[in-house]
């Protein structure tokens, strides 16, 4: 037997006159859809039966294994369906993203970490032919910076607790400066996914000089010294003058006081004569003690329509010691004033 099997492996030329001078025989057959048989024989006798598998990284997944080779040197059919193997779905990526296409034998899934995060392990993995993946997931750790730098004067919090001496990509920090100290560049500042952080603000000493007083105004502090970054001063006004602006002022980075206000002054009622109405209430001129409307305060006086022979008010506002009259207030005569004060304007029908 040993001896036979040899000779047919020496001989392939013997072993093919012998075959077909004994009539019809079947060909090796020839496989498709990634199946596979054993063996390298080239020819069968009628009756010959075949076991076919799937390729390597393919499953079977119906149909007879069995082929047999028929008397008239064809072998019978075969639905033998080999198809991928597939692998399990992959995980996902904590701060990184995967790329596939599929997930069968021979596909690949390629790993990526976001900006600031760093590729520990494999970065692809193929799907091999038992169904296993080459390589397990890897993991996406962040760059981290060394401490965040500390001006000098000033102070540093974190957005988040730091574990030892360093803070991991996208850790925030806000800085601070002690007073008299002011901050010149960015209040907060990053670790970069480069590992390092943005820009350190600085930290310089301000001071203003001492302010000077207001007209008709006084301020809470007139010592005249340097006043440090952030001190405030407040304004008060004279008598009958009345504020305009912000009350308080303060120094500023830029080493200047923020605007001051003004005073602004009272006014008084330009007219000897009439009737005029101011806070909701019909007066005399003369019954207007003192004659004096604060700056902002509004005032009405009476005009005549002569055409439709009514009176109506004419409204005008006290702007720092200037009322304006109405053009068409006229101011009546003594005689008038004092025999016919009921033919005034404001007395007779309002328009
Ligand atoms: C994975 O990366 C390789 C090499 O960069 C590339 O040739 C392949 O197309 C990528 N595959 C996928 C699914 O992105
Ligand atoms: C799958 O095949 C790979 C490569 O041949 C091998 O290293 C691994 O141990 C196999 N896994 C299993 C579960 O058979």
Redesign the pocket.
């Known amino acids: 037997m040993e001896h036979i099997q040899t000779l047919f492996l020496l001989c392939p030329f013997v072993f093919f006159t012998t075959v077909t001078s004994e009539g019809n025989v079947c060909s090796r057959p020839e496989l498709g859809g990634n199946i596979e048989m054993d063996g390298i024989q080239r020819y069968f006798n009628p009756g010959a039966e075949l076991t076919l598998s799937c390729k390597q990284g393919y499953t079977p997944e119906s149909g007879p294994r069995k082929i047999v080779c028929g008397a008239s040197g064809k072998w019978t059919t075969t639905q033998l369906l080999c198809t991928p193997t597939r692998c399990p779905y992959p995980e996902s990526l904590q701060y990184g993203d995967l790329n596939y296409e599929d997930t069968v034998y021979q596909s690949t899934i390629n790993y990526t970490c976001y900006a600031g995060y760093i590729l520990t392990g494999a970065s692809s993995t193929v799907c ?3 169904g ?1 993946w ?1 390589a397990p997931v890897p993991v996406c750790r962040p760059v981290t910076c060394g401490l965040a730098p500390i001006p000098e004067f000033g102070v540093i919090i974190y957005d988040r607790k730091i574990r030892g001496n360093t803070a991991d990509y996208g850790v925030r920090v806000t800085y601070k400066c002690l007073p008299p100290h002011a901050l010149f560049g960015n209040e907060k500042a990053e670790c970069t996914a480069s590992g390092t952080w943005t820009k350190t603000p600085e930290c310089r000493e301000v001071t203003c000089r001492p302010p000077e007083n207001i007209d008709h105004g006084y301020m809470s502090n007139s010592d005249q010294r340097d006043y440090d970054f952030m001190e405030t001063i407040r304004y008060g006004c004279e008598g009958d003058y009345v504020l305009e602006g912000s009350m308080q002022i303060v120094c500023q980075k830029d080493g200047k006081w923020s605007e001051k206000p003004s005073c602004k002054a009272p006014c008084s009622v330009g007219i000897q004569r009439g009737r005029i109405l101011y806070k909701e209430q019909k007066l005399w001129i003369k019954d207007l003690q003192p004659n004096r409307v604060l700056h902002g305060q509004i005032v009405s006086l009476y005009c005549m329509d002569k055409a439709r022979k009514c009176g109506y008010a004419v409204t005008t506002q006290c702007m720092n010691g200037n009322l304006e009259i109405p053009e068409c207030f006229e101011e009546p005569s003594v005689a008038d004033y004092q025999s016919q004060p009921s033919s005034l304007p404001s007395e007779i029908n309002q328009c």
């Open positions: 091999q032919a038992n296993t080459s």
